[in-house]
């Protein structure tokens, strides 16, 4: 199947910084990722679509200038975390397109101290 | 929005048993997916189904799109310890540009006792 990498797997920042996660495709062209949000235990959440020469779409509730996405290329899509928050700490994933069917990344574990 | 019901919500069995969970929606999809999800991992992908009433098998592991396009099931053979982890079931809506959003249920845990 399609795979995705992610980097870093795991961030530890201090209050206040900025952060980036990168999201590649390595075997195929994605016009459209996705970055979700995982809280322990619970489901993964959309925060918003990201297309590539475009401007993402965030779902309901998500900050975008607080999260944001750049998808400068077919393979790369970025998640700026900024001005981090301990509330901000989590599990993001993202995930690629590939016809009907969406490959997610292995995560970054974001820890905000 | 639409939401996902899916159950159980954790499951322990013998090694050896088979194991059956299920979702359900409010809403029509177009495609359902399964993923299974390890600790610190990002989910993968098991099942995709594509048409109301197709089945579907990889493994052990088989799936069923309900005709009514409204929910799913997944059922897993013959479970073996690795099969632990926690199953999610996806909904799959166009959502135009040729994109689809991805809408999940909150996982089944499955635990396999050896």
């Known amino acids: 199947g399609a795979v995705v990498s992610q980097h870093p797997s795991r961030v530890i920042c201090k209050s206040g910084t900025s952060v980036k996660i990168e999201c590649r495709s390595l075997d195929f062209q994605a016009t459209t990722m996705f970055w979700y949000r995982q809280f322990p235990k619970q489901s993964l959440m959309l925060m918003a679509t990201?297309?590539?020469?475009?401007?993402?779409?965030?779902e309901q509730g998500v900050e975008k200038d607080k999260f944001l996405i750049n998808h400068a290329s077919l393979t790369l899509s970025t998640l700026t975390v900024t001005s981090a928050h301990p509330e901000d700490s989590s599990f993001y994933i993202c995930?690629?397109?590939?016809?009907?069917?969406?490959?997610f990344g292995p995560g970054t574990r974001l820890t905000v101290t | 929005g639409q939401q996902l019901n899916q159950s159980p919500q954790s499951m322990f069995i013998q090694e050896g048993e088979d194991v059956s969970m299920n979702c359900t929606s409010s809403?029509?999809?177009?495609?359902w997916l399964w993923y299974k999800q390890d600790p610190g991992e990002g989910p993968v992908l098991l099942i995709a189904l594509y048409k109301a009433g197709e089945l579907t098998s990889n493994g052990r592991l088989t799936a069923q799109f309900g005709i009514t396009r409204k929910d799913s099931f997944l059922n897993i053979s013959a479970s073996i310890p690795s099969d632990v982890g926690i199953y999610f079931c996806?909904?799959?809506?166009?959502?135009?540009?040729?994109?689809?959003?991805?809408?999940f249920g909150k996982g089944t845990k499955l635990s396999v006792i050896p």
């Open positions: 809403s029509i999809f177009n495609t």
């Open positions: 996806a909904g799959a809506a166009y959502s135009g540009a040729g994109s689809y959003q991805l809408t």
């Open positions: 995930s690629a397109q590939d016809r009907d069917e969406q490959y």
């Open positions: 990201s297309n590539e020469g475009s401007k993402a779409t965030y």
